[in-house]
Structure formats: C-alpha cells, structure tokens
C-alpha cells in the first residue's frame, strides 16, 4: 500500500524516470480503461503477466482480450492508465524493444504474395541471432506447404506460420492470440511443445485462448477478463484451487456476475 504523507512530498520523481517493473513481472496493464466511441471495451483494468512463466488470458467474445493484447503490442493506446512491457511503454518504445517482443496476431496479418519460407527468412534478416529457420519450421511442418503462397494457404498452415514469424526473434516476451484455434489435433500439440520450449529458454508467454484444455496445459498464471475487468488472477492452482478450470470460468464469467 502506498505510504501516507502528513505533508505534500517536496520532490515528487520527474514523470520522465521511468520507474523499473519488479523484475518477476514482464507485462504490468494498472488500471487501464478504454472506449471506442461509445462502448466501454476495458474498465479499470489490472493484470500482470509473471516473467519467464506462460500466462493465459481468458474471456468470453468481447471481454476485452485482444484490446488490452494489442495495447501491450503497442497497437493501440489506452483512454487511461498504463501498461508496461519489460518496464517500457509500448506505444512509445523504439525498435529495440520491438525486437524483444514477438507478437502473433488474430488475423495473422502476414504478406499474402510471399511464401512461407520465404517470408521467414526475410524475417530472420532483421535479428542479430535468428532462429534456426529448417528447425522451427520443421518443428510446425511449415516445408510440407512451403510451395504455396500465404494467399493460398488454409486458416490452420497460416497460422502456424505466423506463430513461426512471431518466434523468430528469440522474443523476451511473445503474444499469442488463440495460437491453436483452428488447427488440427497434430498441429495443437505442435504448437503446444514450442510455446512451453520458449517458456523453457526463459520467454515470457501472453496466450489469449478459449481452450480450458490448452490453459490447463500451458499456463503457470491465468488471468480471467469479464466485461472489460479482470475477475481473477492468479496460479492455475490458486485460481482453480481442486475445480476445473471450466467450472470456475463458468462461475466468475455467467451473466449478471458483475
Ligand atoms: N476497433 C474497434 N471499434 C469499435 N469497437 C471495438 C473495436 N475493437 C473492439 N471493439 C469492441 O470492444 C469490445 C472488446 O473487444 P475485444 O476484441 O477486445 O474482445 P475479445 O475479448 O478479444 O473478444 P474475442 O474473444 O471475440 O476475440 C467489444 O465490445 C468489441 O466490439
């Protein structure tokens, strides 16, 4: 709790330092509301994503999940309050720290001429220390399609190739939005076994998901968002303590919770 003056401090710190994150938190989102036009999409919103940890971030349609996602990719930026990623202001960060962060869109938002190995290699050209391309691709069976443009390319093999993109750079932080929706059972476990390696190397994983079965795999830390707020946060094991996940989603999320 912050600490009660009897008198104004006389050198409040200059809004220009940047205070750091605890170092346990990769992403901080404190308080942070926003509307478009008139629909209030977030409304006061506090989470944080634990470093080094993959957090899953759960809600019904319209909850406020990819709002808030594409603030802390720096997309977009929030009415009010603030969002950290690895101590910076997301919308106002430079290209150093674009490089720390991977980001894997909805839609993909891939050029469509290109093919996939293609498109990857080019990627790999903007990072000092790229990964292994034949390896992460083979890892997602990307060479399989690799002589069909991204146009041509089903919605499960464009997204396996975007979630290759988001990889790349070897990202501190990575986002992942709905990672596995759409993809077969194979491709799923696939994607399951690269985001818990990067978890293994130390990333710090953002996955936005519907899949109860996918955040009990994954996640280390969940978040639940309801109407623009977060309704619970915590471990897998604090916020479910011996329920299923499903029921306790279910419960904080029905209608007239809030
Ligand atoms: N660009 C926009 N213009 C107007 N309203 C928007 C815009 N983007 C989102 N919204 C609205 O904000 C709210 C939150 O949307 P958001 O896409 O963040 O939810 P979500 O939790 O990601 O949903 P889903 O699970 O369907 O992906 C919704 O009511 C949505 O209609």
């Excluded at 891939?110 to 390896?135: C, K, N, Q, V, W």
């Excluded at 146009?151 to 939005?177: H, K, T, W, Y």
């Excluded at 519907?210 to 094991?237: I, P, T, W």
Aim: glycine share 10%; proline share 7%.
């Amino acid at each position: 709790m912050a600490p009660e003056y009897a008198v104004s401090v006389p050198h409040p710190p200059s809004p220009t330092v940047k205070r750091p994150e605890p170092a346990e938190h990769a992403v901080v989102v404190d308080g942070v509301s926003h509307a478009y036009g008139g629909v209030e999409a977030l409304c006061d919103l506090s989470w944080h994503a634990p470093a080094g940890a993959i957090t899953a971030l759960l809600g019904r349609n319209g909850a406020g999940k990819t709002s808030v996602v594409e603030m802390a990719e720096g997309l977009r930026r929030p009415d009010s309050g603030s969002i950290r990623v690895l101590g910076a202001e997301p919308w106002n960060a430079d290209a150093a720290h674009r490089a720390r962060v991977g980001v894997m869109l909805q839609d993909g938002g891939l050029p469509m001429g290109t093919r996939p190995l293609e498109l990857l290699r080019h990627l790999a050209s903007f990072y000092a220390e790229p990964r292994d391309i034949d390896e992460l691709a083979g890892a997602l069976d990307i060479p399989t399609f690799n002589r069909t443009s991204v146009r041509r390319l089903s919605g499960g093999q464009r997204q396996r190739v975007a979630l290759a993109a988001a990889m790349i750079g070897r990202p501190e932080v990575l986002f992942l939005d709905e990672p596995s929706a759409g993809l077969d059972p194979h491709a799923r476990r696939d994607v399951w076994d690269l985001v818990e390696a990067e978890r293994e190397r130390g990333a710090s994983v953002v996955v936005t998901t519907h899949s109860f079965e996918e955040a009990e795999r994954l996640a280390d830390h969940v978040v639940v968002m309801n109407e623009g707020r977060c309704v619970v946060q915590g471990s897998l094991a604090d916020v479910t303590d011996g329920r299923s996940l499903e029921d306790v989603y279910f419960d904080l999320t029905g209608k007239g919770t809030l």
